[in-house]
T-cell receptor
Framework: GAGVSQTPSNKVTEKGKYVELRCDPI?????LYWYRQSLGQGPEFLIY????????DSGLPNDRFFAVRPEGSVSTLKIQRTERGDSAVYLC???????????????????FGAGSRLTVL | GQNIDQPTEMTATEGAIVQINCTYQ??????LFWYQQHAGEAPTFLSY????GLEEKGRFSSFLSRSKGYSYLLLKELQMKDSASYLC???????FGAGTTVTVRA
């Protein structure tokens, strides 16, 4: 597509519920990233994919968080047993290529989606 | 690990110049980004520095000193629409600073 699309734009859920957030990256972008942003903070890295595989998932806070990208395009971030502290805006971004983080000529320029605002009551 | 520091807030007058500093410590370095984020919106790319020196792009310029772990973003001829958060980010490990909120006053 023309840009990075994220759905839903807003999600309100109850503590303990399961949530899925979807990201549709720019067509042809091989790298996809998930970030979490709380009010007044910068984006916090969660995970990134190169193709179908998770190249770096070191930012996932615990095992309640999981992400998949089965066909190398759309990705889903899954949160189990949600907690109030999970409330944040979840940002997805994609980039044209990722040479193991080498940032060749600005190739790691990230294009962000508008985000999914998650509220856990 | 990575540590990125930038001021929390800055205020300037329309038409003026503002310089946003960013200092960082990192175990690896590939390049440094600056992103702009308006309230309630996604970050958008502004600039990227790999080598030391100044990169100029219209009203915005970004400077990098790798030996000092230091960068700045210079915003010239400020306009009201420049009121936003400015995020310093490292290409290595894709880490972002907390952002500097710039408020432009008439």
């Amino acid at each position: 597509g023309a840009g990075v699309s994220q759905t839903p734009s807003n999600k309100v859920t109850e503590k303990g519920k399961y949530v899925e957030l979807r990201c549709d990256p720019i067509s042809g972008h091989t790298a996809l990233y998930w970030y979490r942003q709380s009010l007044g903070q910068g984006p916090e890295f969660l995970i990134y994919f190169q193709g179908t595989g998770a190249a770096d998932d070191s930012g996932l806070p615990n095992d309640r968080f999981f992400a998949v990208r089965p066909e190398g395009s759309v990705s889903t971030l899954k949160i189990q047993r949600t907690e109030r502290g999970d409330s944040a805006v979840y940002l997805c971004a994609s980039s044209l290529i990722d040479l193991a983080g080498q940032g060749l000529s600005g190739a790691n320029v990230l294009t962000f989606g508008a985000g999914s605002r998650l509220t856990v009551l | 690990g990575q540590n990125i520091d930038q001021p929390t807030e800055m205020t300037a007058t329309e038409g003026a110049i503002v310089q946003i500093n960013c200092t960082y410590q990192t175990s690896g370095f590939n390049g440094l980004f600056w992103y702009q984020q308006h309230a309630g919106e996604a970050p958008t790319f502004l600039s990227y520095n790999v080598l030391d020196g100044l990169e100029e792009k219209g009203r915005f310029s970004s400077f990098l000193s790798r030996s000092k772990g230091y960068s700045y973003l210079l915003l010239k001829e400020l306009q009201m629409k420049d009121s936003a958060s400015y995020l310093c980010a490292l290409d290595y490990k894709l880490s972002f600073g907390a952002g500097t909120t710039v408020t432009v006053r008439a």
